[in-house]
Every structure is written in C-alpha cells, then in structure tokens.
C-alpha cells in the first residue's frame, strides 16, 4: 500500500501570545490509499484541526502535509485549489452547502469546475442522488431539505468529483441514527468497491465500528493508532 | 435721453430695420402691449420699467433727445409709444428703446450710414468660427467682422467656464459612482463570504473567483448602462423638442432665455457606456482580488 496522505510533525495554534491554544502539536501520521479511517478525540483535541490542514484548507505553523507525493506547501493558491478540486471531497459537519443552488447544482458545481461535460454531469448527478436515496429532490434548495437530506447531498458533492480522498467532519453529527448509519453504509461501501480513502474526524461510535483504522487526538497530539 | 410729459431717464436707442431684426432678434415676441414696429416714423418701443417711470401707456408722446454722429449737435425728435415690451431681465427693459432704422439715422444724423449688421448663420457654429472666409471678406479699413464669441468674449469665458465645471462635476460624478460600485461590490461579497468559502472550499481557484466577480461587475454595468441609456434617452429625447425651462437672464447685453433643449449625439450613447464599464471593471479589481483571498476555514465559521 502507498502513503496517500503524509503529515510530519504538524503544529498549528491559534490566538495571540496570551490567548494562545495550540490545537496541534507535532502531529506525524501516515495514511494509506483505501484506508476506512477515523480521527477520534475529545472536543478541542484538534480532529477538525488536523483534517482542514490535510485538506489544504488552512495551513499550519510548522510541519509539512504530503498528498500524493506533493506537499501541499509547495503548490501556489490555484495549484492548491485544482488539487482539492479533483483528489479532495469534503464532508462537512455544518453540510456547507451553497443556499443558493440546488441540491442537484451542488452536485453539479464541483464537475463544473473539472470541465466535465453538461451530459456527463447530468449523468453523475443522477447517480449521486440515487446512491444517497435522494432521487426526486434534486432541484430543492438546501433550505427545503431536512439536516439528513442536506448532509446526503454533501456526501453526494463530495463523491460526485470521484476524489482519491473523502475528508469528512462529523459527519453524522447533525443526522439521527438511522440515516447516519444509511449513509455509513454508502460511504463504506464507496470505500471498499472503489478503493476510495476516507477520513472521518468523530465522536460517532458507529463510524468507530466500521473504521479500518482509529487515530486517537489528544490535546493536539496523537495519543493511540490502531488499525483493526 | 427720453422723456415724457412726467418724467425723464436715460437710455439706449437702436434703430433697427424692422423687418430684417425679425430674422435676427426676438424683439417682436417680447412685445407685451401694443405692436412692434411696422415702419411708421415715429413708432417707438420701450420696456414695461421704462413705460412705468415715464407713466405713459400707448400712443403716449415721446421725446428722445440725442446728439447727432458728426457734429455733436442736440437734437430732439417727436414719437408715439407704439409698443411696450418685456424681455425679462430688468436692465434690458428699463435701459433699451427701439426705433425705426430711417427715423434712427435722421435722429442722429447718420445718412444712410450703419454701425452694426447682424447676420444669423444656418449653422450656429460658423459664428463662432474666426477662420470663416466671410469674416475676412467683410473686414476691412472702415469695418470689421467679427464672430459672437469676439464681440461677446464674456460669454465665451462663461461657456468655457462651463464647460471645465461640467468636466469637474463630471469626474466628482465618475468617482462617485466608482466608490458606489466598490461599496456594492464589497457589500455583496460580505453577504456572501460563506458561500465563496464553500466555493474554494471544494476547489474553486482564486483566480476563478477573480472571474467571477469581475463578471457580475460587468453585469452590472450593461444592466446600469441599459437603464441608464433608456432612461437618457427618453428624458433627452422628450426634453429636445419640449426644452427645460431655464428662467430669463442677461450676460453682457444679451437675453438668455427660453428653454434649453438638448441634442442627443451618438458618441453620448456608446463613449460614456463604455467609460462607466471599464469604470465598474476596474472599481470591481479591488473586491474581486479580496474576494479571492478568502481563508475557507475562517469563511465557514459563518455556518456554525
């Protein structure tokens, strides 16, 4: 197996000398292509923390994060954006979904932005609504869907772009049980057909369950890895 | 110096040839009372001030006295008020007395002689063209032709000041309406700070966010130019023919009155459209260069 994501002594604090909180602290993991992986930790043990900085969505004080080979510290804004735009899918625990598109324009947004042909796109749309059981609410717009449904069309977005990497944060947190678990098993099974990585950052002992693997953050460090 | 059986006051005579001044002046349509002058000798007009310091009404006896052009010698001559006319502003009215050319140069003792002839060209511009062949044609030893803005310079000068206070106005305007483009702009990417971090979140570029900013910068423009060249257009086009009413005021000895009509011009409907679009483009660089600095992680502490 090939390191997928490499971070090396990763540190990121936040606030002025006074208010200072180091949210990571020297933070090396590696993960593997394929791998079911779960961040798990207390609040403020800098789980989400850790996924922004893999993600290239903030940056850190100290350490370097390698995606594919790449350090992501290396790529200018645009190189950066292109890279998420076509290895990275975000799950986000707050949806963050544009409130001005539709379910279906969410899904479609990110293709937009690969080039990827009108039919093409209306094709995977389709697929993604189905795969997420949201087949007939494609054109509502975020504020006319439940917290499930929304977080169902995050997954979607996230999947439709077909990402090496899904960097998920919380996601069940906002969805009850039931569809937490329905969308675990989508996203499960998206991992074992497709060989697709996920990362989740959680408290959520049914994504424990299905985890390959659990990293335990403490206080900005990594107090246990365990792979199953 | 004019008189009446009641009261005496100084004055301007013009003798004018009554039937070509109607080409040239607007002495007929300011006649309030009375008619103006048909070429009967001893037809005088006056304006209402004057009229009403000398408490004569129509058919009233006159009395101009004047000291004739070659010898100096006073001379008096007999009219009969046949007009009294209005133009507005005061000076004119309670200083200028017309009368007709003939009985002017017996008066005065000018024998067929002149000292002004106006022409009115078909063309305004040419009056005010100094190169123009017939300027030069008819000046010579004893006469000189000179253009309006010669003999009126300080119109001329308010005209020039015009039109460097439209230019000033103008740019106070452009500016203006660039900070009211920026504020806009800025406005609208605050109220959508959240969805640009969702948007670059998920990969969009910085320099796509540029685009995009920039494009709904030049919507507005072609939205604002439309409307702006409608709503011009209709205004212009109805104030051409119906005029906007300006009041009455003298500048050196000459009547602006009336309306002003305006004069639609192509260059108005495609050079200021085009100054206000690259204005909008340019006044959108700053925001759109914010916009695309947007951290995601900060942007989407906006959800939560």
């Known amino acids: 197996m090939t390191n997928l994501i490499e971070t090396r002594d990763l540190c990121r604090t936040f606030g002025s000398e006074e208010t200072k909180v180091t949210a990571l602290d020297h933070v090396s993991i590696n993960i593997e292509?394929?791998?079911?992986?779960?961040?798990?930790?207390?609040s403020g043990s800098g789980k989400t923390t850790l996924l922004h900085l893999i993600g290239g969505l903030d940056e850190p004080n100290s350490g370097s994060v390698t995606?594919?080979?790449?350090?992501?510290?290396?790529?200018?804004?645009?190189?950066?954006?292109?890279?998420?735009?076509?290895?990275?899918?975000?799950?986000?625990?707050?949806?963050?979904?544009?409130?001005?598109?539709?379910?279906e324009e969410n899904i479609e947004y990110i293709m937009l932005l690969q080039g990827i042909s009108a039919a093409e796109r209306?094709?995977?749309?389709?697929?993604?609504?189905?795969?997420?059981?949201?087949?007939g609410l494609g054109d509502r717009r975020p504020s006319h869907l439940s917290g499930g449904q929304q977080q169902r069309v995050a997954v979607a977005r996230a999947m439709a772009s077909k990402p090496d990497?899904?960097?998920?944060?919380?996601?069940?947190?906002?969805?009850?049980?039931?569809?937490?678990?329905?969308?675990?098993?989508?996203?499960?099974?998206?991992?074992?057909?497709?060989?697709?990585?996920?990362?989740f950052s959680t408290h959520d002992e049914k994504i424990m369950d299905r985890a390959t693997r659990l990293i335990y953050l403490r206080d900005g460090k990594v107090e246990r890895d365990e792979r199953k | 110096m004019i008189a009446s059986s009641y009261n005496t006051t100084g004055s301007l005579v013009y003798g004018v040839d009554a039937k070509q001044e109607l080409r040239v002046s607007r002495i007929s349509e300011a006649i309030i009372e009375g008619q103006y002058l048909s070429g009967e000798p001893r037809e005088i007009l006056i304006g209402k001030p004057m009229a009403e310091l000398l408490e004569v009404e129509l058919g009233d006896r006159l009395i101009i006295t004047a000291a004739t052009v070659d010898t100096n010698e006073i001379t008096q001559e007999l009219f009969r008020l046949s007009g009294i006319f209005e133009f507005g502003p005061e000076e004119m009215d309670k200083n200028l007395v017309f009368i007709n050319l003939?009985?002017?140069?017996?008066?005065?003792?000018?024998?067929?002689?002149?000292?002004?002839?106006?022409?009115?060209?078909?063309?305004?511009?040419?009056?005010?063209?100094?190169?123009?062949?017939?300027?030069?044609?008819?000046?010579?030893?004893?006469?000189?032709?000179?253009g309006w803005l010669d003999l009126q310079p300080s119109i001329g000068a308010m005209l020039e000041m015009t039109g460097y206070a439209t230019a000033i106005v103008g740019t106070i305007l452009f500016l203006l309406t660039s900070l009211g483009v920026i504020n806009s702009m800025f406005m609208s990417i605050y109220e959508r700070i959240y969805e640009f971090g969702v948007a670059k979140a998920i990969g969009t570029t910085p320099w796509q966010i540029i685009q995009l900013v920039l494009f709904e910068a030049l919507l507005l423009a072609l939205i604002s130019c439309a409307a702006g060249l409608t709503i011009g257009y209709l205004l212009g086009d109805y104030f051409s023919t119906n005029g906007i009413p300006m009041g009455k005021m003298e500048v050196s000895g000459v009547l602006l009155d009336g309306n002003l009509y305006t004069k639609l011009a192509l260059y108005q409907f495609v050079n200021f459209p085009a100054y206000v679009t690259l204005l909008t483009l340019a006044a959108a660089i700053y925001p759109a260069s914010f916009a695309s600095r947007i951290v995601p992680t900060e942007a989407l502490q906006r959800a939560l």
């Open chain 1, 33 to 42: 292509q394929g791998e079911f992986t779960a961040i798990i930790g207390p």
């Open chain 1, 67 to 103: 995606l594919s080979g790449s350090n992501i510290a290396d790529m200018s804004g645009n190189q950066l954006s292109d890279f998420r735009r076509d290895h990275i899918g975000f799950i986000f625990q707050a949806y963050n979904l544009i409130p001005v598109l539709s379910a």
């Open chain 1, 122 to 135: 209306k094709k995977r749309v389709k697929e993604m609504l189905e795969l997420v059981e949201l087949d």
């Open chain 1, 165 to 199: 990497i899904i960097l998920a944060d919380e996601p069940t947190a906002n969805l009850d049980s039931k569809t937490g678990i329905s969308l675990l098993d989508v996203m499960r099974d998206l991992n074992q057909k497709r060989k697709m990585t996920f990362v």
């Open chain 2, 102 to 146: 003939d009985k002017a140069q017996s008066v005065l003792g000018m024998k067929g002689n002149l000292h002004q002839i106006a022409v009115r060209f078909i063309d305004p511009e040419d009056a005010k063209n100094a190169e123009l062949p017939l300027f030069k044609q008819l000046t010579n030893e004893e006469n000189e032709a000179l």
